[in-house]
């Protein structure tokens, strides 16, 4: 479908919004970017489907979720670990080693949810939805968002214990 | 006798929906009440509000990226 100027320049101000979302369901750049590719091609060839006036942010999350519902049911034995990148995010932060090295923990913590843990969180607690919202992208009723996002908070949590156990001193004994 | 306590039973599934201000006004109030008089749902709160925080401060600033040509390309098509 041929778009207006107007619908692709709506379009695009949201591909940030869209990578960002990727990254966090992928862990990695290239995978985020390609994701985010095929769902914009899949935008564009619907988007007479799109009804104007509504968010067109949400409509778009709704592609990229339902496009990775598709790939998961191509590879179906893909392994549930993904892989992250540890490089820092933005070359301008300048966090502390400490503070870079704490969040590739938080990131390796994060990429070994769950599909549904990290993209209910990344909806919610990165993108700022409200449940409402992450309900209709998920194709969920809104008290499922709600039990997923309480499980998805835990199971971060015990993922980041799990990272934060220090190795046992026996271990350090046999490595030096 | 002792007045009648009215007993209010707050879910950590509650409490999590409060950090995300999903909870309507009653609701609300309680969990707060909870929040401020119970150490366990203090911690819950505290927890949650610093994953967030390190949620955004992994992620969040993928936003100010420069978007990469060819996913501009596909619009611009």
Known sequence: MRLTTEDAKAIEAEIPYLRRYARALTGGAEAADDLVQDSLERAIARFDQFRSGTNLRAWLFTIVHNMRCDQHRRFVRRPTEIPIDDAPQHASTRASQADALHLADFRRAFGRLSEPHREVLALVGLEGLDYQRAAVILGVEVGTVKSRVFRAREALRREQELLEQPVPRAMWRVAA | ?77
């Open chain 2, 1 to 77: 006798m002792a007045e009648s306590v009215e007993l209010v039973v707050i879910t950590p599934a509650e409490v999590s929906a409060f950090v995300d201000g999903e909870l309507a006004r009653e609701e609300r109030s309680d969990v707060a009440a909870c929040v401020r008089d119970d150490e366990r749902a203090a911690c819950l709160v505290s927890a949650w509000r610093w994953q967030l925080a390190q949620l955004y401060a992994a992620f969040g600033r993928i936003v100010d990226e420069p978007v990469p040509h060819r996913l501009r390309l596909i619009v611009a098509a």
